[in-house]
């Protein structure tokens, strides 16, 4: 049977499961490393936001905050 146990990792590599057990049970598993939330929101949004950001407008909006252009 297979169980999902959705764990955090330390900064020491130690595995600590969000939920409560008594134990780990002994065995094999895989290890899946999610990324953080934060990170994936960005990349996806970049695309969208980067239409906005590249228009001639914006350009000229920002010239002020950049004296050598």
């Known amino acids: ?11 020491g590599g130690r595995v600590h499961p969000l939920e409560p057990l008594s134990r780990l049970p002994a065995g094999r598993a895989l290890l899946i490393l999610l990324t953080p ?21 914006e350009d000229a909006a920002w010239a002020h905050l950049q004296p050598d252009k």
């Open 1 to 11: 049977m297979l169980q999902t146990i959705e764990v955090e990792i330390d900064a």
């Open 37 to 57: 939330a934060g990170d994936e929101t960005a990349l996806l949004a970049e695309a969208a936001l980067a239409e906005d950001w590249l228009k001639p407008e």
